[in-house]
Each structure stands twice: as structure tokens, then as C-alpha cells.
């Protein structure tokens, strides 16, 4: 089995992909022979033609809805942003045209918008961006973040297979320091279901993204106490059953969330614990977020908004003890 | 031709009235005045070409294949509507049957969209094209402008006809943009555009055809600015207090219809005759509207996804204890 980065993974499961289905096809800025801003889609354009992979004008409004125009005809593109922040210049066209259209008149949008997100690279306010909840909370649209190779590769299959628009985001400070064994041919892994990635009794945390590996970090330090991690995967649908399960066994709960606070992901699970399992809480449903603040440049500030191991750790032990 | 032009003019005429009977369920935006752009462009598709109307294009949904019922349940909110209710007005489509792309709201949004359309069947091996429409104030858009950046360069089949009627809502086209004819808009891509009378259903028929088939050839996008006037407000509660005194009674003698039926030499009898089988259409569109039920409101929750599990749940203050 090869041993495959973050991206690699990524970079396979498009490649298989395409090699299976004739409709799947590539739109983005530079994606052609230079093969991407990260190289994603290196050696595609060689493999593909210049017909399946197309290389856009600056125009994320544009091409975005150029790519919904094409998936009306029954194609399937799959569009990278360059990075995900300018996913903002085609807020419109996803949320309004994509996000609506089965509803209003039955036409499925079967695109995937992907592209490098995620902080921690020292890359400023427009470079860093978690942007999932503009779209989770946008009816229509479904939004995947995996953590670890085998699942990045297997999620954006199911999201290029997906008939409905999909959201994927690729956390690009996992790009190349992460790597796993995936096998080739590897099948897709359901969407909207979450992994739990460490069984425990005493603790919930639940997580996504480059969090994820903070969090285990944190939890590791922690040696002793019994830790369940829950890895979301997809932000939307959101895995209700998954939380509700693990909250159940352990009576705690707490979130990770690189996003800012009001109105991440981890408010709406505090939401749904209170609805579907007040009974079974021992404690505040705690979360661990970024403050509210745009990402900061300078690695000194960045450092200070993003949710550390420490951080981590000394809310997850004072959650235990409470 | 000439049936859809009294067709779109009845049609519309007859929802005005159902509007101030308060039976249409939200916005109403006439045409009038400006049929013979959607009538003369549809006819110049062929049949397995896309087109992506906007708020004045009933004309060209008819053309298509959508009926008078289709047009009527729409505006009624009914459950036999295309989109069951689902959405406004003419904002309904059939991409297999009709070839015809249901618009939004957002204005401009459908460039780029059907750019996308042309380019899905270059990609597929089919010489389709696709068309749209956008208002005079909509070519202020950046998706006007962004559609046709990646239309030019791809060289893909679009036709962007620009209905320009002299105003967006309020705001005259000396407002939105300095040129004198909006199709000079076509020299930021390096693609041909051109002007002519919007109020000559031959013209326009001639010119539209003339773009569409340039852009099949491998042309590329094509502008197509159709001078016109929009004869009523904005929406039924727009009086059109700001246009000059004047203007709305020069461009009556400009008349889509009256000016193809002299150029038909139609007497009384023809035009009493089509009137006649338009009447009779528009009075069972409006007669099914009315009869047909709205929708179920348990409907609401279904169709935003392909899986409808997502999306229905049930509270615990609606569950049993
Ligand atoms: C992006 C956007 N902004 C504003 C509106 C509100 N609006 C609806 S119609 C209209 C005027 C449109 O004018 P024009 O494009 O010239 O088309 P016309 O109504 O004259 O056919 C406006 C401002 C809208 N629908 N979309």
C-alpha cells in the first residue's frame, strides 16, 4: 500500500476519480500545467487533456457558475479554489444559484468546490480562513473537512459522486506533514458521518480538521484519563446520532474548533446536547474556539488566536474534574 | 410569431388583473413593450439549444414549450406550478424538454451559468448554445462581466442579448454606464457586439439568429443590445412618476405588435381571429391556476437534497415523551 501525504491522498482519489467517470472534470485558476498553487492536480492536464482540466480567468463568480451551468448538462466538475478564502468572491453563485436549485426546480448541482483552508501557516487574514459555516449554514450545500489522508481521499470521492453541491476543504497545513498508508482503488467513505478516533468513558471531544491532531496531541499529555475523540468529517449534514452516542457513555462534552467563535459548529452541537441529551450531562458543554478575531500575520498573534495543545489539554482536564 | 406576441401581451394583461384582484402571490413584471426581443430570439434557437430567461422573458418560455398554465400556476403559488411553489414568477426551467434554465433572483447570475452550459456541451461533443438575457442595469454586474471574461476566452457558444428598456427600476441607463449603445461593452472581451431595434420581432429574429449561429460556428460570445422601453413600472406599485413626460406615448407608436401586424397587413378579422385562440388559452390557464390547490405545507421539507433524510427532524417538544 503506498504511504500517501495529506495532498497525495487528495491528489490520488481526484485522479481515480476521473479515471472512472468521463463526466468528472477540473476547473481552477493555474491548475494546468503548473498544476495547482499546491500541485494538486500536477501531471493531470499531461494525463486528462486540456478538455478536463480547465484553466479558468481570475474569476471565482465566473467559473463558479460556469461550473453549475456545466453540471445542468450532466457533468460533474469539481472546482479548486486557490485558496479557499476566495470562495467569498462566489458566495452568490453557491449559495444562491448552487445551494437552491434542486429545491426550486429539481436540477441537483453535482459540483465539488475544494480547495487549501485552515490557519496556522502564517499566512494573514485572507490566507487562513475557516469559512465552513457561511455554507453549513446555507440550505442546499453539504461541507466535508477530513483529517487524515485515507479520509481525505475517500470523502472527496463521495463528494464527487454526490448529487448535490459539496464543500471540501482541505486543511493545507496538513498538506505535507501528515502521511498514511491508502491503498489504491480505495472506495469512498459515506459523508455525514463522524469517526470515533479514540474510544473513552470520562470525556467527549469532539473535532475536525488540523484540530483533530492538536487534540490528540493534548490527549496524549493527558496519559490516564479516558478520552473518547470524535472526528466530525462533515460539518454538514452533522453527525447528531454520533454526538448524541458518545455523550451518552461519557456525560461530558467538549468541542475543538479552529473556526471563531459565534456561530462555529461547535454552538450548534452544544444546541443539539441540550435538546437531545440534557439528561445525560455532567457538565457545561465546553467549547475550545478562536476568538473572534480575523487570523492574524504575525506568528506571535496567529499563535494566540488559534486553540493550542495546552489549551486543549487544560480544558479537557478541567472539564474532568468538574 | 404573431400568436406569441398577444399570447405574452394577454398573458400579461390578464395576470394585472388577477394582481389587483390580490390573487398573485408576490412580484409581477411586465413585459410589455418588449415581447417581440424574447419571441424574435426564441425563434432563432433551435431546439437543442439552452436558454436562461429572466423576469421579462415570458414570451420566450412560451416559445420553448412551457404553456400559458405553467406561466398562471407560477404566479398563483400552486402546487401544479413547475416548481410546485417552490419559487417565483418565471423562475422555472426544464434543461431536458425545453432546453430552458431556471433564473434566480440575483441579477446576472445567469451568465456565467450559461457559459457553463456552453462549455458542458462543448465538452460532451454537442454544437448547442446557450442563451441568456440581462437588463441594461444588470451589464453593471460583475457577473456580466466575469461570465463573459471566461466565455471569451474559452470561445464558448453564448449569446448575451441586453434588453435594454431605457431603465432598472428607477435608474436610467445614463446611470448605470456611459456608452451610448451597451454592446460597445463587447470590446472588453474582444468578441462582437451589436445593436438594433428590440421592437422589430423580423430584426430581432435576424440579428439573434445571426449571433447564435456565429457563436455555433466557433465564434465565440456574441452581445446582441435590443433597444427597447419598458412600458409599465418596475412592478405593479411603480407608477413611473420619474420618466419624462413624453417618452411612454413616443414608444406606444413603437408597438411590437402593431408594428409586425402592419408588416403583416393584418386586418380586423386576422388579428380578431388570433385573438380569438389567445383569449381562449389565457382564460384555461387562469381557470386551472385558480382550481388547482396550493401546496401542501408538509411539502416544505422535501427536495433539498437528493437524500430527503438530511434535512427533516423532529424536535423533542414534537416527540412523544
Ligand atoms: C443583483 C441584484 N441586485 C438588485 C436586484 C433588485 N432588482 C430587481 S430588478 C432590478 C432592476 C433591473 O434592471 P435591468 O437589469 O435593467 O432589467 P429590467 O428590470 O429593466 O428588465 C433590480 C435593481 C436584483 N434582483 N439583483
Known sequence: MPELTFLDAISRGLWEEMEADPTVFLMGEDIGAYGGAFKVTKGF???FGPGRVIETTLSEEGFVGAAIGAAYTGLRPVVEFQFIDFIACAFDMIVNVAGTSRYRWGKGVPVTFRGPWGAGGRAGPFHSRSIEMWFAHSPGLKVVAPATPSDAKGLLKACI?????CIFLEHKHLYRRIKEEVADGSPAIPLGRARVVRPGEDLTIVTYGMMLHRTMEAVAALEGRSIEVLDLRTIYPLDRAAVVESVKKTGKVMTVTEDTRTGSIAGEIAAVLC?????HLDGPVVRVTSPDVPIPFAPTLEDAVLPSVKDIAGAADRLLRY | MYYFLRLTRALDERAHVLQQQNKVVGGLFSNQGQEAISIG????????????????NIGTVLVRGHSARDIMTQYLAKATSPT???DNSQHFGDVERTGVVAYISMLGTMVPVMAGMALGARLK?????????IGDGATSTGDFYEGLCLASVQKLALVVIIENNQYAYSTPTSKQSLLENLSDKAKAFGIPGITGDGNDVLEVYRLAKRCIEDARAGGGPQILELKTFRMRGHAPHDNQAYVPKGLIEAWRKKDPIGRFEAVLGFGEAEKAEVGARVAAVVEDAVKFAEESPLPDGKEALQGVFEDDSIVPFTPWWRRDA
Open chain 2, 125 to 133: 461533443g454537442e454544437d448547442r448554445v446557450a442563451l441568456t438575457y
Open chain 1, 161 to 165: 459522486r454526490d448529487n448535490d453541491p
Open chain 2, 84 to 86: 410546485r411553489g417552490r
Open chain 2, 41 to 56: 430570439s426564441a425563434f432563432a434557437l433551435e431546439k437543442r439549444d439552452y436558454v436562461a430567461p429572466m423576469i421579462r
Open chain 1, 275 to 279: 435538546e437531545e441529551a440534557f439528561e
Open chain 1, 45 to 47: 492536464l499531461e494525463k
